[in-house]
Structures are given as C-alpha cells and as structure tokens.
C-alpha cells in the first residue's frame, strides 16, 4: 500500500492558478492510475482528472478541461494537478488517489480508487 500526502492547496480569487502536488511513498508502479478528486461541502465526491500510470493517457471531468492539467515526474513517485482560471465553484477539499486494481471503467469511479490522501483544501474567491 502507498501513502500518498497532498501540498500546494490554498485561497486564490478567480482566475488564478494552483499548482497541487501529491507524493507517494512506496511501490507506485503497480497501480493502474492515480488521480485528482474533489469534495465540496454538502456534495458528493467527484473525480477530476486521471492519469494512467507510467503513461501520458489522461482523463478530465468536462468542467475542467482546457484549464486544469494532470501530470507525473519520471518516477512516477509525484502526482501533480496544474490548475488555472480558477472559479469559486472549484472551490473543495481536493484528494489524491491511487488505484491498485486493473484499469477500468467509468474512470472517475471514486470507489475503485484504494488508496487516499488526507486532502489539501483550495479555496477560490469570487
């Protein structure tokens, strides 16, 4: 299992940008995909956006296309969420997460994902 810790959270006002990194500790290249997900209040969990393990095959929640980016360094070891044009309604505790599991579908199928960060909260201003 991988411990995966998430930085980079904050308040900006709308139009800004983020940048969430997420470390991972331990054998990552076992797992399928790693991924971004997000919580607001009062709202059920959604995915953001997925990345296929040692690969460049990316997945995005429509809302967010165009303005956020999912990446990985060379190791595999940090997942990072490049985020810009910020709006109040991506406001949410933002959670990294990892799938030890083959690939499946729907991608943003948060219960397939078992393995969780502690979240790092962006907060977006209007």
């Known amino acids: 299992q991988v411990q995966l810790v998430e930085s980079g959270g904050g308040s900006v006002q709308a139009g800004g940008s983020l940048r969430l990194a997420c470390a991972a500790s331990?054998?990552?290249?076992?797992?399928?995909?790693m991924g971004w997900f997000r919580q607001a209040p009062g709202k059920e969990r959604e995915g953001v956006a997925i990345?296929?393990?040692?690969?460049?095959?990316?997945y995005y929640r429509d809302s967010v296309k165009g303005r956020f980016s999912i990446s990985q360094d060379k190791t595999g070891h940090t997942l990072y969420l490049q985020m810009n044009s910020l709006k109040p309604e991506d406001t949410a505790m933002y959670y990294c997460?990892?799938?030890?599991?083959?690939?499946?579908?729907?991608?943003?199928?948060?219960?397939?994902?078992?393995?969780w960060g502690q979240g790092t909260q962006v907060t977006v201003s209007s």
């Open positions: 331990g054998y990552i290249a076992g797992y399928s995909r």
């Open positions: 990345i296929v393990t040692g690969s460049t095959v990316t």
């Open positions: 997460a990892a799938d030890s599991g083959i690939f499946r579908v729907p991608v943003f199928r948060w219960a397939d994902f078992d393995n």
